[in-house]
């Protein structure tokens, strides 16, 4: 610095009494000057630094507060990066300004004086100092906004989330009530159709269920009552998928493999059903529902016997089990025992005086006695518990044929089919009850339709040879009545002998 001192000194001291005019002859002791300014380049680079500090220290102070602004906060150290760029070259450019006015004040004043380096150092920071804390203060303003904002719309979306919260509990609440109510109601192993009330009941669950959770979070139980609710209402495919499920997170849910077994019976896979009974008394010998219902498909399937020692086994297990009295009725019903049928049925029924099904199997026993009023009265009992039973309705209409009240008959069966269009049985009634008013024309398409579900059904072959008789076609009405006999119905027998010769 001395020597730098000396050397303007000795270039500067012929023209000091020159006036202000003659300084632009002077560049080349001009350009010492920058030199010197160069050499202070290093203070300016140490001011910036100290700066810098000063900003990162504030900027670090924020981002502890509020760690989601941290990208925000890298954005604004690139800006403010680019912004020390640009304050780089206004600094070159002021200084070169700043330089031909410091040469005219060298030129006016002692050389020493204005190069102090104390007073540049000085000059510098303050030209430097004022935009970069303007630039601080702006930022700071910007970072404190920013976190108010962020942290109202935090609060905002907190609140949002806490309201669903206490929405989807209350709604697991509700589920779970329902769910209680279901198993007060003993609906989880109830066997026969279920009432209106029942299904009502089941359908509110499912609906609950569905509108709280989605299908991959359902747990077993869920599953279980979901199949319970598709099986009350007729949806049995459906009723299938949901067991299944149940069965898939519970292997040894008992009554999901029973009431599973039950959906397939009522689609008639019987074997299949079977096969998920034995499993449902594999893992729990003592459910008696479900000894109770494969004696039943066996029944069903002509094993009478079987079915009798399986229910027989229901019924020790439980014997307060109106279904296994009431299917074990239906089994010795079937061995021609009506007698001992018809007391099982009235034990069904003094366990339990709802059971749809005994009521009904008890009239049906009384048809086969003869007794069509007796059974009539069982029917009535039957529909003021469950008006949709269209068993109930096809077998009073079976009973109102055989005591001539066709027209009565006929408005039953048509009930029975508008409930099950798929009852070849109630289209062959309603057939024979045309028959006999003497109505062909419906009696020949109802007919017709009930072959069509159950080309083997030999009721529907009697009632062809009957339509071919009024038609005096004797030869096609034996041809029929011979088919129904082959097929069991013996009813037809009487028929061939009076008019068929042999």
Not at 58 to 81: A, I, Q, T
Not at 290 to 308: M, P, Q
Not at 473 to 482: D, F, G, P, V, Y
Request: proline share 2%; glycine share 6%.
């Amino acid at each position: 610095m001395k020597r730098l001192i000396t050397l303007l000194l000795i270039f500067l001291a012929p023209i000091m009494p020159c006036s202000a005019d003659s300084i632009s002859q002077s560049d080349v002791k001009i350009q010492l000057l920058e030199q010197k300014l160069q050499q202070q380049s290093e203070d300016l680079k140490r001011a910036e630094r100290h700066l810098r500090e000063l900003h990162d220290e504030s900027f670090e102070k924020y981002s502890v507060r509020n760690e989601e602004l941290r990208d925000r906060m890298d954005v604004y150290l690139g800006l403010v990066g680019g912004i020390g760029v640009i304050l780089g070259f206004l600094f070159n450019w002021f200084g070169r300004r700043a330089l031909e006015n410091f040469a005219k004040d060298i030129a006016r004043s002692t050389v020493q004086e204005k190069l102090n380096d104390d007073w540049l150092e000085k000059r510098v920071r303050e030209t430097a100092k004022n935009p970069l804390e303007s630039l601080i203060r702006e930022l700071k303003k910007n970072l404190e906004a920013t976190s108010e904002e962020t942290l109202s719309e935090a609060r905002t979306s907190i609140a949002a989330m806490l309201k669903e919260a206490e929405e989807s509990l209350r709604r697991l609440r509700e589920l779970e009530k329902k769910g209680r109510e279901l198993e007060a109601l003993k609906l989880d192993e109830k066997t026969g159709d279920f009432t209106a009330n029942e299904q009502t009941k089941l359908n509110e669950y499912e609906a609950a269920l569905e509108g709280t959770k989605r299908e991959e979070d359902f747990n077993a139980d869920e599953w279980f009552w979901k199949g319970r609710a598709e099986y009350a209402r007729g949806d049995y495919e459906e009723a299938i998928k949901s067991y299944s499920k149940a069965i898939e997170l519970n292997p040894k849910d008992d009554v999901a493999y029973n009431n599973r077994g039950s959906a397939k019976n009522r689609l008639g896979h019987w074997k299949e059903a079977i096969e998920d009974f034995d499993e449902a008394i594999n893992i729990k010998p003592g459910n008696g529902v479900a000894w109770s219902n494969r004696g039943a498909v066996k029944d069903h399937l002509g094993l009478h016997k079987e079915a009798i020692k399986d229910l027989d086994e229901a019924i020790r297990i439980n014997a307060e089990n109106d279904s296994a009295w009431s299917n074990r009725g239906m089994a010795k019903d079937h061995l021609k025992q009506p007698k001992a049928a018809i007391k099982d049925f009235k034990q069904a029924i003094k366990i339990n005086p709802k059971n749809v099904s005994a009521w009904t199997n008890l009239g049906g026993v009384k048809i086969d006695l003869g007794e069509a009023e007796e059974a009539i009265q069982h029917f009535d009992r039957a529909l003021e518990l469950d008006p949709t039973h269209r068993y109930a309705w096809n077998n009073r209409g079976c009973a109102k044929n055989n005591i001539g009240k066709y027209n009565e008959a006929v408005k039953d069966l048509t009930e029975a089919i508008r409930l099950d269009p798929s009852s070849e049985a109630a289209f062959a009634h309603r057939a024979f009850a045309y028959i006999m008013l003497d109505k062909l024309e419906q009696a020949e398409t109802d007919n017709a339709e009930a072959l069509r579900l159950d080309p083997e059904y030999g009721r529907a072959f009697f009632n062809q040879g009957l339509i071919e008789q009024e038609r005096e076609k004797t030869e096609k009405a034996c041809e029929a009545w011979r088919k129904a006999i082959e097929l069991g119905f013996k009813e037809a027998q009487t028929k061939l002998d009076d008019f068929c010769s042999p």
